[in-house]
């Protein structure tokens, strides 16, 4: 007879994983340091010390790290995200940062989030002033802002097929901040938002399930206009999850492109986004963002 582990069970098991996640990434950290640490290593091996054994001396975790470690080990609440789908973005974070990582949606999975992004920066955007309120509550280190929606999951369909209509909303025009005559732009977010260039944006938010919902539409949407106007070096990884779901499906072919979708596990999808300045195709011309 076949054994059955419990939700609760399982849930622990995917707790006690996480925090082996994490572990594991402090383990990476302290190979490949960061900052001041990669100096420090440099300086203990031209003394003579072995590379490995140099880095690991001297890396210390951040406090962060230390608290995720303790809270998804003991815990029974754990991310919305399977095993398998975290690791498709922890794959990229182990490469990239510290970078900039905005996360649209605030939850059980922040704490993560932050602790494999260290001395980087991770930003976490939240339609429910409530919900933030209580998260910092128990976890004031997390940095988040709550972002007002002017969509509704119904419009979804309308949206989609008259935004071609609106200039503003033209994939050329490259414009969120103050764009209040193109629905899906988010229009009113906080400066730090429109004034980095993110290297990871992972869209995990808003509720998208019910008819007065925000979904996601503004998020895919201005995720995809991000990524298109980086300057920097590199493309933009952009993960979306509840690809299941068809108003997330249909965006993000609409807005993040088949042709740049690289890996699909479970419910999430990843696109690795090149900039316009980077695209020599034509494919930046016009309104069509594919």
Request: charged residues 20%; contains cysteine; proline residues 5%.
């Amino acid at each position: 007879m076949k054994s059955r582990r419990s939700l609760p069970e399982k849930a622990f098991l995917i707790g006690v994983a996480l925090a082996g996640l994490i572990g594991g990434m402090l383990l990476v950290s302290s190979f490949i340091g960061y900052g001041p640490i990669r100096e420090t290593s440099l300086l203990c091996s031209l003394a003579g010390g072995g590379s490995r054994s140099c880095a690991v001396a001297n890396y210390s975790p951040t406090p962060t790290q230390l608290e995720a470690i303790i809270h998804y080990a003991t815990s029974r609440v754990v991310p919305q995200q399977s095993l398998g789908e975290i690791t498709v973005s922890f794959e990229i974070l182990k490469s990239r940062a510290p970078c900039n990582f905005l996360v649209f949606g605030l939850g059980h999975d922040s704490l993560m989030w932050t602790s494999l992004n260290p001395h980087g920066t991770t930003l976490f955007l939240e339609e429910d002033p409530k919900w933030v309120q209580t998260v910092l509550k128990d976890a004031p280190y997390l940095r988040a802002h709550t972002v007002p929606y002017r969509t509704q999951l119904s419009q979804a369909d309308e949206l989609l097929s008259s935004y071609r209509s609106e200039p503003q909303c033209s994939s050329s025009n490259g414009v969120l901040r103050g764009n209040t005559q193109c629905a899906l732009a988010l229009d009113n977010l906080p400066d730090e938002v429109y004034e980095k260039e993110w290297d990871l944006i992972m869209i995990d938010a808003p509720r998208g399930y019910f008819a007065e919902a925000p979904g996601r539409m503004g998020a895919i949407f201005s995720a995809a206009v991000m990524a298109r106007n980086r300057k920097g070096s590199g493309a933009t990884h952009v993960f979306l999850h509840d690809v299941d779901r068809k108003v997330e499906k249909v965006y993000a072919e609409e807005f993040l492109c088949r042709k740049n979708l690289i890996k699909a596990v479970g419910r999430l999808w990843h696109f690795e986004i090149p900039s316009v300045a980077n695209v020599s195709d034509g494919a930046s011309n016009g309104a069509s963002f594919c």
